[in-house]
């Protein structure tokens, strides 16, 4: 499979499903239900948070999983009971009355009545999941599972971000529908392809796993600058803690080094040096871990602890770093409200980057042009712990460390947490005043963004956070890591997807793949 392409893997797979077609109900008899009724998931990265969004889809038939690491992905389908016992336990605690404290003594918050309806739910559909898992056909290879089996409706792809436009592409061409985790994809030019993609089909449903896009309290904050609760709104500050005590950044690529003579020093350069020889030690790849094929579309690369799984996030070879993860949970409000569209220059200013590890912390500051009526926007990204300036109209309450969003207008301003949770207008006399916003944006049921797919490809419901949305979401998010490996200001032409000023920055707007893969 890894000589295949993916155009030619596409022609093998249609033209021996060409003479399938969907069975009515009546040729089945009544008390039968027809496969048309049926959405049959399929997963690409179950490990981890592949598993977390097959828990949501758990009601519907789990037909196939594919990961490239099996032993992984089994430990996490392991930890399923564990799972189960802790939410039971989380529900005894609060209905008795007897809270868990944490490491300062502080009692776990009461659950109220719709988390404890959410919570009962959720331990359904782990029972669910479970029960299913043993019935799924599973593979090591998407492009296999993709040949072979006949019956999916939708594919759900949580694999490390390099490898999400190769396989959503891939499905779409075989009509399935796709949930592509976030970021939707690793480069500009790999957004521009899943965008036009999804254009081109436009009856397949497509959605990007930032789930809070569907939750009610990011359609309230949306509602509230569409309200004109705060005015013009000309400046943006957005922060997250992330990588901190998540993934490892601002480290060196693992690989022995000649020590010159006298020794390393113990200057910046020498621990770098220290630290690249100490991680280059012998360490054999998992028997289970098909290496080649989590490398995929990217450069070769020796196995290394250092980088799978998960710590792929820091690794410019595979992930997009904070900016990548949390972009997708945080500018999105701004963005959808404001309808920013795309930046006219980016500059990144970081902790010392070496050109293969995202660095421990970046500021990111983004010029959007002024759209109809609505003046120009200066957003300014923080993440690794930095922090925007506070603004006055809390007083001594800190902003949320872990991260939020402040949006300063004519009138006032928006502060709200990650993921849009918690929404609120300053000073708190304006929100006392100005109440609840218009309701403009429908509710997602149950706010479940994974099952909002499965609704939408049903024809039930509305796409909550379609591809075609999501890909310039997704750009501009991937344009603060341009502009990171640019190491400098860069000026850019959206319409031509050129950066204008800074000529050798344009390489970093795509990757051409590794032999034998393709997008």
Not at 239 to 267: C, D, H, S
Not at 467 to 488: C, F, K, N, P
């Amino acid at each position: 499979m890894s000589k295949m392409t993916r155009r030619q893997f596409v022609e093998n797979v249609a033209a021996t499903t060409a003479g399938f077609a969907i069975v009515p109900r009546h040729v089945l008899g009544r008390g039968q239900t027809p496969p048309s009724d049926r959405f049959n998931v399929a997963a690409v990265g179950v490990g981890g948070q592949g598993r977390s969004d097959l828990v949501n889809l758990a009601t519907e038939n789990i037909v196939a999983l594919c990961d490239v690491d099996w032993d992984y992905a089994n430990k996490g389908f392991a930890g399923l009971d564990a799972d189960i016992t802790n939410q039971h336990g989380r529900l005894e605690r609060d209905a008795a009355g007897t809270p868990r404290l944490d490491a300062q003594g502080r009692p776990e918050p009461r659950l109220t009545p719709l988390e404890r309806e959410r919570t009962v739910a959720t331990i359904d559909r782990m029972k669910q999941l479970k029960d299913k898992l043993p019935r799924a056909a599973r593979y090591e290879d998407y492009r296999e599972m993709l040949d072979k089996q006949k019956n999916i409706d939708g594919v759900l792809i949580a694999t490390p971000d390099h490898m999400h436009a190769s396989i959503a592409l891939a499905a779409m061409d075989l009509g399935k529908h796709v949930y592509v985790q976030k970021p939707l994809c690793w480069s500009v030019a790999e957004a521009r392809a899943l965008a036009r993609k999804a254009k081109s089909n436009p009856k397949l449903a497509t959605q990007m796993g930032n789930q809070c896009h569907s939750w009610d309290d990011a359609r309230k904050a949306v509602e509230y600058v569409w309200a004109g609760a705060i005015g013009d709104v000309r400046e943006i500050h957005i922060w997250t803690n992330r990588p901190l005590g998540y993934w490892p950044q601002g480290i060196p690529r693992p690989e022995a080094r000649t020590p010159p003579a006298g020794g390393f020093r113990w200057n910046g350069p020498g621990i770098d040096a220290r630290l690249a020889a100490a991680m280059a030690g012998n360490y054999p790849k998992p028997d289970k871990l098909r290496w080649d094929l989590f490398l995929g579309v990217a450069p070769a690369v020796d196995y290394h602890p250092v980088y799978h799984p998960f710590n792929w996030r820091g690794w410019v070879d595979w992930g997009c770093g904070a900016l990548g993860d949390m972009g997708a949970h945080l500018i999105d409000h701004a963005n959808w409200a404001l309808e920013l569209g795309y930046p006219t220059t980016i500059e990144t200013v970081n902790t010392p980057f070496n050109g293969v590890c995202f660095p421990h912390a970046t500021t990111t500051m983004y010029e959007f042009p002024a759209r109809g009526n609505m003046p120009p926007v200066q957003l300014t990204w923080y993440d690794g712990g930095l922090l925007p300036k506070k603004p006055v109209e809390i007083g001594e309450e800190p902003l949320n460390p872990t991260g939020g969003a402040l949006l300063i207008g004519s009138k006032g301003k928006l502060l709200h947490d990650t993921y849009g949770k918690n929404p609120r207008l300053l000073p708190d006399s304006l929100h006392a005043s100005f109440g609840e916003p218009a309701r403009k944006l429908a509710r997602v049921a149950n706010e479940n963004h994974e099952m909002n797919l499965v609704d939408a490809a049903k024809g039930r419901t509305q796409i909550s956070c379609p591809i075609e949305y999501a890909a310039q979401l997704t750009e501009v998010m991937l344009l603060g890591i341009v502009a990171l490996r640019a190491g400098r200001k860069i000026e850019y032409d959206a319409k031509n997807m050129r950066i204008t000023n800074v000529p050798s920055a344009n390489q970093y707007l795509e990757r051409a793949p590794r032999a034998g893969w393709s997008l």
